[in-house]
């Protein structure tokens, strides 16, 4: 497609069926053109090559590139558990009350990642924190693996016993010396409607880290199992029970090929304020703002704040049945391939909205510009978090400083949120 007068066009009906089934499978793709430049869409893989060392490859001033070099601190697994951990200890030894904990030692603002440890690295710790609640379930993950590959649930030390284990040593070995795993709390109380779990996939767009930019994509989706959910022993093994992955719920027997088993953000509020009421849904999305910018501030120290990039992650997030959110994993390429005819409309304006923001009014790219594009330009983004903005108006000292109520995505104050301040300024 092209990028005319600021907007993004399809050139035909052939071409864009093409783009955006081959996103994925392609090691990168030229997604639009003018007389003067070209806007490449690359995978991880290809910006690892751009980024190394060894290439030496240098991006000139009007090149831009969808990922920024070292995106894993976010969207691997580990990665983001440790960061979000680290960044939590600096706001104690800071004394912020944002890493205030309650009478049993959990953090009461930044409580929004389950209980998770590192195998092998952390396998005695794991095994201490089991002991305390051996009726529990934990979830298993390959760190560097996305569409529910490689997953699977455990409710006995001898699961991962079997899985690996060094029985003269009594220390944890892994089997594959290339994959490490998490290991997470399974949350086994999630939200259910019409007696399935889902989650929540959402769209956040990072022009830069340093200072912090994000915008919130307004047409995400659910994600729905196939099979009712329960907390049930015997259902460990069934994967269409308990992962709301679309890679592997397809392959189920009631799998609905025509609406996807996804419902979009907008219903979900529908459906939350007309069972649980208007002011509870409001909270608990202000919440999810609230999570998601945590977590992009606490890998932005860390993050290669490359001037050429910007980067749209896909946040997954589950609702317990207490409308607690959860971070459950960041996808640095979420899939842009559609299954449904509506799925097609939204990656389309995704994509569309994406580069507007990126590359306002379609011009020449500059990534020396201060990427703060106008309002006219955004679409179904809005902006989540604009750190320069806030630092000006003193509302970022007051988020770092002092809890205070939180702030609505229209600006009006939740009552009783309990929540400092939340990042969302117009």
Known sequence: FRIMAGKVKWVTDIEKSVLINNFEKRGWIQVAENEDWNFYWMSVQTIRNVFSVETGYRLSDDQIVNHFPNHYELTRKDLMVKNIKRYRKELEKEGSPLAEKDENGKYIYLDFVPVTFMLPADYNLFVEEFRKNPSSTWIMKPCGKAQGKGIFLINKLSQIK????????????????????????????????????????LYVLVSTYRPLRCYMYKLGFCRFCTVKYTPSTSELDNMFVHLTNVAIQKHGDDYNHIHGGKWTVSNLRLYLESTRG???????????????????????PVMNNDKHCFECYGYDIIIDDKLKPWLIEVNASPSLTSSTANDRILKYNLINDTLNIAVPNGEIPDCKWN????????????????????????????????????????????????????????
């Not at 106008?374 to 988020?399: F, H, I």
Request: net charge positive; proline share 4%.
């Open 371 to 426: 990427k703060s594009p106008p309002k006219e330009v955004l679409g179904n983004y809005e902006v989540l978090y604009d750190e320069e903005m806030a630092q000006s108006d003193g509302t970022d000292r007051d988020l770092r400083g002092r809890p205070v109520q939180s702030m609505g995505a229209k600006g009006s104050r939740a009552r009783d949120s309990g929540k400092p301040v939340l990042t969302t300024w117009k």
């Open 162 to 201: 079997k899985w690996s284990r060094d029985s003269k040593t009594s220390s944890f070995v892994s089997q594959s010396s290339k994959e490490a795993y998490v290991i997470s709390l399974y949350i086994n109380n999630p939200l259910l409607i019409g007696g399935k779990k889902f989650d929540l996939r």
């Open 278 to 300: 208007k002011e509870v849904t409001n909270k608990l999305f202000d919440e999810i703002h609230w999570i998601i910018v945590q977590s992009l501030k606490a890998v932005a």
